[in-house]
């Protein structure tokens, strides 16, 4: 019964956080459209997020005392990762296949991949505060270094080693390794540096939502309401996925914050990269938007739902 409340606090808090971003989306949203912000500018400051802010806050999450039972946590917390994103690979070759058509890729790739860093960090920072940060670091190394192979794969029919570099490579990757490392070897940043970083970290939220508003006025909402294939990316993403992950996640017996990290990281809408990977490998990246923008849209319900149900599984 406690753990029921708790999750209608959580769902309570999810739903608050939801709001006060969406307010910040409608910030990024009519900044485009009044021209403060150009197509270009968004894609500076989506680098500027994703190649100094995010790694920031998840270095940050690693600044804590060491205590073995964080690491056995932690472990747990990239085998469930893991799971989450077989469940979502599955469903969308399954849902997704190349019977839908050209934009299929497109669709798998989206519902395999959430915005577990832009919009994930936010929710669990504000449950959780870095407890829950620490252990979705966890899922946001997996989403990297598998939307570098099996995303690019899914994208091109291929896989380079090229490819497999470069999620090496991707700034959260390398700040999770740092991280790891000075959290292993017990080294506290001295404060003229940790705060500078702290500083860095508490970018991300409103940036990222100012970022997700931009990318959704750049898409054409009309069109994307009346696409099925938007729908049905949707549904996967945000209703199907979340529960299968629910019912796998209960016999791990997981810490509740654990647990909650990565059921919320997984019903997070399509991740804002399926765009950009879109048109870096010459596929549908207005398709993309679309999916992303309606999927973002409809978290808004979905995600606090998820939450309630898994009161009665969790």
Request: net charge positive; proline share 4%.
């Amino acid at each position: 019964m406690e753990r029921q409340v708790f999750k209608m606090d959580s769902a309570s808090i999810i739903l608050y956080q939801i709001i006060i971003m969406f307010i910040l989306i409608l910030l990024g949203f009519i900044l485009y459209r009044t021209k403060v912000f150009t197509r270009k500018s968004c894609n500076q400051l989506s680098n500027f997020v994703l190649m100094a802010v995010l790694p920031a806050v998840i270095f940050n999450a690693f600044q804590k005392e060491f205590k073995p039972e964080l690491v056995r946590g932690l472990l747990i917390a990239f085998a469930m990762a893991v799971i989450s994103h077989i469940v979502f690979i599955a469903l969308g070759m399954i849902f997704c296949g190349k019977r839908r058509g050209e934009n299929s890729s497109v669709e798998i790739f989206s519902v395999t991949y959430s915005n577990c860093a832009f919009l994930g960090i936010p929710l669990i920072d504000a449950i959780y505060g870095t407890d829950g940060i620490f252990y979705l670091t966890a899922y946001i190394a997996v989403f990297n270094l598998l939307s570098w192979t099996h995303g690019v794969m899914i994208l091109t029919d291929r896989v380079t080693v090229k490819s497999a570099v470069n999620a090496l490579k991707a700034p959260a990757v390398i700040a999770t390794f740092a991280g790891l490392i000075f959290f292993f070897l017990r080294i506290p940043l001295p404060d003229i540096i940790a705060q500078p970083i702290g500083y860095i970290a508490s970018l991300n939220t409103p940036l990222a939502m100012i970022i997700s508003g931009i990318t959704i006025a750049r898409s054409d909402l009309k069109k994307a309401l009346k696409n099925g294939g938007v729908y049905l990316t949707a549904v996967l993403k945000l209703i199907v996925g979340p529960l299968i992950i629910m019912l796998l996640l209960k016999p791990f017996g997981a810490d509740p914050v654990i647990a909650d990290t990565i059921l919320i990281s997984a019903a997070c809408p399509t991740a804002a990269s399926a765009i950009m990977f879109s048109a870096r490998y010459g596929k549908n990246s207005v398709y993309a938007s679309e999916i992303f923008a309606v999927s973002t849209l409809l978290s808004a319900v979905t995600m606090p739902l998820v939450m309630l149900v898994s009161g009665y599984f969790l």
